[in-house]
């Protein structure tokens, strides 16, 4: 009886596995930085909507 053949290996994967931290875990430091402008306009929003609704009164 003939061995089972193995299924060729994804060199991709294999690419990966080497790779120190085996992937993402924490956001870059893009999408940090666009996290906190975000962030800021929606504050600065806030408080002009504060600041006109008190002077309509």
């Known amino acids: 009886m003939k ?3 193995s299924r060729p290996r994804n ?3 294999q690419l ?3 790779r ?4 993402v ?3 870059s430091g893009k999408a940090l930085r666009q996290a906190a ?5 929606r504050l600065k929003d806030e408080a002009g909507f504060a600041q006109r609704a008190r002077s309509a009164y």
């Open 11 to 13: 060199p991709l994967v």
């Open 16 to 18: 990966m596995r080497s």
């Open 25 to 27: 875990h924490q956001k």
């Open 3 to 5: 061995p089972k053949a």
């Open 37 to 41: 402008k975000r962030q800021l306009r």
């Open 20 to 23: 120190n931290g085996d992937g």
